[in-house]
């Protein structure tokens, strides 16, 4: 049987925050995980996109867009990698306080953009017939429709690497397997310490 062409599509802050945070795996080699879930006698990786957006340093983690930097250069080292941004939303809202006595003005930050930009790629490389397999490195139950499309009207498969405890049923039926990230294979497919590119060496983040 010939190998199935794969495209991988990860939903970076999904990634985060359902396997990665409060971590020593963030050093994560996005190639070597996909490769320790996807059978090399089965599927060729023709494709990895990341989505995310540019984080902004706040008062109490100045170095947070510091570290995010290292590791966006790290990725690039990475072949057939591509990066794909969206960006970050900020604004005040009131919050009720947990003992009922009143609000609290605070500043809430939203990721926007990721789940279109995931949708939008994904149908386009299946129209471009770039992929047979598209793998879906997520739990966005909102991925749904652009899943059912892909499998049902443009005869694609996909299958589904969960950050998250359990898949979620909206996804796991158009999906041919669901795989839960674990962190063995984190612990497993970290970047070295150093990495050299174009720029010079890149060095993991002292805290993580």
């Given at each position: 049987?010939?190998?199935?062409?794969?495209?991988?599509?990860?939903?970076?802050?999904?990634?985060?925050?359902g396997?990665?945070?409060?971590?020593?795996?963030?050093?994560?080699?996005?190639?070597?995980?996909?490769?320790?879930?996807?059978?090399?006698?089965?599927?060729?990786?023709?494709?990895?996109?990341?989505?995310?957006?540019?984080?902004?340093?706040?008062?109490?983690?100045?170095?947070?867009?510091?570290?995010?930097?290292?590791y966006l250069?790290?990725?690039?080292?990475l072949?057939?990698?591509?990066?794909?941004?969206?960006?970050?939303?900020?604004h005040v809202?009131?919050?009720?306080l947990?003992?009922?006595?009143?609000y609290?003005n605070?500043?809430?930050?939203?990721?926007?953009?990721?789940?279109?930009?995931?949708?939008?790629?994904?149908?386009?490389?299946?129209?471009?017939?770039?992929y047979d397999?598209a793998?879906?490195?997520?739990?966005?139950?909102?991925?749904s429709?652009?899943?059912?499309?892909?499998?049902?009207?443009?005869?694609k498969?996909?299958?589904?690497?969960?950050?998250?405890?359990k898949?979620?049923?909206?996804?796991?039926?158009?999906?041919i397997?669901?795989?839960?990230?674990?962190?063995?294979a984190?612990?497993?497919?970290q970047?070295p310490?150093?990495?050299n590119?174009?720029h010079?060496?890149i060095?993991?983040p002292?805290?993580?």
């Amino acid at each position: 049987m010939s190998q199935l062409r794969t495209s991988v599509y990860i939903d970076g802050f999904n990634l985060y925050y359902g396997q990665l945070k409060g971590t020593s795996y963030k050093w994560l080699n996005l190639l070597e995980l996909c490769r320790s879930y996807l059978d090399e006698t089965k599927n060729i990786i023709v494709k990895i996109k990341y989505f995310t957006a540019r984080v902004k340093s706040r008062p109490g983690d100045p170095d947070q867009s510091v570290r995010q930097h290292a590791y966006l250069r790290a990725l690039q080292t990475l072949p057939d990698m591509e990066i794909i941004y969206g960006h970050f939303l900020s604004h005040v809202v009131s919050m009720p306080l947990a003992d009922g006595t009143g609000y609290v003005n605070v500043v809430k930050t939203e990721e926007k953009k990721s789940d279109v930009n995931i949708a939008v790629h994904m149908l386009n490389d299946a129209y471009r017939d770039v992929y047979d397999l598209a793998v879906l490195v997520s739990n966005d139950s909102d991925l749904s429709e652009p899943l059912r499309i892909v499998t049902q009207e443009m005869n694609k498969k996909v299958g589904i690497l969960n950050p998250h405890k359990k898949t979620s049923n909206e996804l796991a039926k158009y999906a041919i397997f669901q795989k839960k990230i674990r962190s063995g294979a984190l612990a497993t497919c970290q970047f070295p310490f150093e990495i050299n590119d174009q720029h010079g060496i890149i060095r993991k983040p002292q805290s993580w």
